[in-house]
């Protein structure tokens, strides 16, 4: 017994599974080249899913268990919380509606569209789901299922979109801010629908009450911020961050809607775009792989692999159909020009990290099973792996696109 080497420490166990999660991907992102048709952002999802229980765990379950063990996991999710919460907080802070109130016809016409077809698609899918076992969470709802999947299928990742426009050239052209613009909106809806999905009417005194002081903490946020120095601006902000999502959980929402609250109604410019940039690259370096680790080990395969791929299938379908419709449709009425509805489309049904933070709050409040999070998750990374592939090529083909302000 003596000759045994000792059983390793949480804490060794805890840097073993750092090293996986920064080394896999990034090997196969390297060496594979797959930046064109996926992403280092995608490949990290997809190696969070490898390394779950559904694939590594039937594999070698020694090796899975022997380093993911519960104190190994909980770690991560603490890591992967505060990770998903700066990245949503960020997307609130995308937001601009003064340039969206500025051109508020062609805005509201296209962000309508492009999330209303793809919606009712999404709906249209949920109902095909929800009339088989296995789909549907304990805890929903009918309506619930079918409101939370519609929207899973109209949202539009604003991160990851400002990431492939960045790499694709277009971010700070006219199109880009265009796209920046209707996604800001589709945000908005998306979330304010989650917050309605989300409502636990034996809590709801609770969440009129953290509404009530949202609104009122929100306006001596503003007034703090207007007036405090650039440095001490960011620790106020990361105050900020976590007493409000602290108060929204808190209130049966969910930590992540109070994130983003946080963020959409504080002003980019107060802390400096160029330095919010600098900042979403390194949550992206640093800290969002824990995320899609942590994302992985929550994939289920219960229903099998072929009914898992046919329900993303089906749900890949009304999601991006829906979005290449509804923009179709928009670009119909404001007549324009060959090509820039493909494109705009493509770019707009972009999911990757939102819809995967969408599907993790629909899991944790048990309106979906773990069968249709994986549904989710796959076609959250086929959707995002199409999009530079196919909007490359047609920047080519219509480079006038790029310059044009609709």
Not at 20 to 44: E, S
Not at 172 to 192: F, H, M, N, V
Not at 367 to 384: D, E, K, R, Y
């Amino acid at each position: 017994m003596s000759g045994m080497a000792p059983a390793l420490t949480t804490v060794e166990l805890f840097l073993i599974a750092m090293a996986v999660i920064f080394t896999v991907p990034f090997l196969i992102w390297r060496f594979g080249r797959t930046d064109y048709w996926a992403p280092l952002v995608v490949v990290q999802i997809v190696t969070g899913v490898v390394l779950g229980p559904g694939l590594l765990g039937q594999w070698w379950p020694e090796v899975y268990r022997g380093i993911f063990t519960p104190a190994v996991i909980q770690a991560l999710n603490g890591l992967a919380w505060w990770a998903v919460m700066l990245f949503v907080f960020l997307a609130g802070l995308e937001l601009d509606l003064r340039k969206a109130w500025d051109q508020r016809r062609s805005t509201s016409i296209s962000a309508g569209l492009a999330l209303g077809v793809p919606l009712a698609c999404g709906c249209a899918a949920a109902l095909v789901l929800q009339s088989q076992d296995g789909w549907v969470g304990p805890r929903a709802q009918p309506w619930q299922f079918v409101a939370g999947m519609g929207m899973a299928c109209a949202v539009t990742a604003l991160p990851i979109l400002v990431l492939l426009m960045e790499k694709l050239g277009i971010l700070r052209q006219p199109l880009g801010q265009r796209i920046l613009r209707y996604a800001s909106l589709d945000d908005i809806a998306i979330w304010g629908v989650l917050a309605v999905i989300l409502m636990d009417w034996s809590r709801v005194g609770r969440q009129v009450l953290f509404l009530a002081l949202f609104v009122l903490a929100s306006w001596a946020m503003r007034r703090l911020m207007a007036r405090c120095s650039e440095s001490d601006r960011w620790y106020a902000v990361l105050i900020w961050l976590a007493v409000v999502s602290f108060g929204a959980d808190w209130a049966g929402l969910h930590f992540m809607v109070g994130a983003f609250l946080a963020g959409a109604v504080l002003d980019a410019a107060w802390l400096g775009v160029a330095r919010l940039d600098t900042l979403r690259h390194h949550v992206l370096l640093v800290l969002m792989p824990v995320f899609f680790l942590s994302t992985g080990l929550r994939t289920n395969w219960e229903l099998g692999g072929t009914v898992v791929f046919l329900g993303a299938g089906l749900l890949l379908a009304a999601s991006v159909g829906g979005k290449l419709a509804g923009v179709w449709a928009a670009g119909r009425l404001l007549n324009w020009a060959p090509g820039e509805a493909r494109i705009v489309g493509w770019l707009l049904q972009t999911k990757a990290l939102i819809e995967i933070i969408f599907a993790n709050i629909l899991l944790d409040k048990q309106i979906i099973t773990s069968a249709t999070f994986t549904a989710l998750l796959l076609m959250a990374v086929a959707s995002t792996m199409l999009t530079v592939p196919i909007v490359t090529p047609l920047l080519k083909r219509y480079p006038a696109v790029a310059q044009r302000d609709g």
